[in-house]
């Protein structure tokens, strides 16, 4: 089976595992911790950055640490992780849903201004699977209405918009490192940002909100703290990260040219002011594909190459029926998140995929898609 997607861990990672265990610093504190933050936060160009336990917590910390609460609102696409919408659940804000958009499967700009209402407290925006958003578009609302941006970067480590990085592009922004992403930590998070405040806020509510003198806690905060030991990894896997990411770009590169004239596949996009790096490559299955993507899945798992489908809409999701005042409004209409669910799903992606792998796993598609004319 060629798995949808797997680490690559072919540097320092199990040298400095061994430093941890053979030093004793298997916890919350030890030099990888800050290093990693320093130099992750200094690869986004941004000043602080706050290590934490997984992606969602960085999420959950960004927003609080911007003082969003009850009876806030922040917008989101509908077209996401749940993990995006649940954070600001947590915070006690409410999610509210904008649909996508086909041009780069993010958040549609055009339709942010009519969910915003005198609750809003900012915009989330997701870079989608590696594709970063048209940020000069998204700050002219941003600026209009006064609202801070969240970029949640959780699958974007190092794309780019008109040169500039993801983490660096909104006021604050979160990663995650778990197994999958393009920078691993076994689980782990990152949250980044330029605001001296916000920075010392995540960083407090991510332990508890300790003060002075110690064990009197000004706010209710967490534990939501990275180990010495993924810190560990997330170091060794930063010091490859051109390589790990132009990895992601090559291989798509290649699938792009394999499946150019496949008709009915969609490739994924790239805008021409955007950096995508391919976190994963995702494909739509047109009806001139003459088959069904359950079909094209059920074929290619069969051929033992695994998929994923793309994510359901917030707008979808049982766990948000129910009264509760913080769910998002569901049952609306989000035409492209629909679609896009429909018809995706993401082929292998791991950084350390060869030709040879992609060749195989477009030969089945192309196989497919030649039966089917017949
Ligand atoms: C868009 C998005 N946001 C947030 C997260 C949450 O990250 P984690 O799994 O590290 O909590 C993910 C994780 O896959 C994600 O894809």
Not at 82 to 108: H, M, Q, R
Not at 293 to 307: F, N
Request: some cysteine; overall charge positive.
């Amino acid at each position: 089976m060629i798995p949808v997607c797997e680490p690559t861990l072919r540097g320092n990672e199990l040298k400095y595992v061994i430093e941890c265990v053979k030093s004793g610093w298997i916890s919350s504190s030890g030099r990888f911790i800050k290093e990693f933050e320093e130099k992750f936060s200094s690869y986004c160009k941004v000043p602080y950055g706050i290590s934490c336990s997984n992606g969602t917590a960085a999420l959950h910390l960004a927003i609080e640490s911007m003082g969003i609460g009850h009876g806030d609102e922040v917008i989101i696409p509908t077209f996401t992780m749940i993990a995006s919408c649940n954070a600001v659940i947590y915070s006690g804000a409410k999610p509210v849903l904008v649909d996508s958009e086909f041009g780069t499967w993010n958040i549609d700009i055009g339709k942010i201004e009519e969910k915003i209402t005198k609750k809003t407290k900012a915009i989330m925006v997701v870079h989608t699977y590696g594709h970063p958003v048209d940020m000069d578009k998204l700050k002219k609302i941003s600026s209009k209405y006064d609202l801070p941006i969240i970029e949640d970067a959780a699958e974007a480590h190092g794309a780019e918009y008109k040169g500039k990085k993801t983490g660096s592009l909104g006021d604050i922004a979160c990663f995650s490192f778990y197994g999958n992403k393009i920078l691993v930590s076994g689980e782990g998070g990152m949250v980044v940002t330029s605001n001296k405040k916000w920075a010392e806020n995540a960083r407090k509510l991510r332990n508890h909100y300790f003060g002075e003198p110690r064990f009197l806690h000004q706010k209710i905060g967490y534990n939501y703290r990275m180990t010495n030991i993924q810190a560990a990894i997330g170091l060794a896997q930063l010091e490859r990260v051109e390589e790990l990411v132009s990895a992601r770009r090559k291989n798509a590169q290649i699938y792009n040219r394999m499946l150019r004239n496949t008709k009915g596949i969609t490739a994924p996009p790239e805008a021409e002011w955007a950096k995508n790096v391919y976190w994963m490559y995702g494909i739509l299955v047109q009806r001139e594909f003459g088959l069904g993507k359950k079909e094209l899945v059920a074929h290619l798992e069969k051929s033992g190459v695994e998929t994923r489908n793309f994510f359901i809409g917030m707008h979808k999701q049982p766990a948000y029926k129910g009264a509760d005042k913080r769910f998002p409004n569901i049952g609306g209409k989000y035409p492209c998140s629909d679609e896009l669910e429909e018809k995706g799903f993401y082929l292998p992606s791991s950084s350390h995929l060869t030709k040879e792998q992609i060749r195989f796993i477009v030969d089945c598609i192309k196989l497919k898609s030649v039966k089917n004319e017949k």
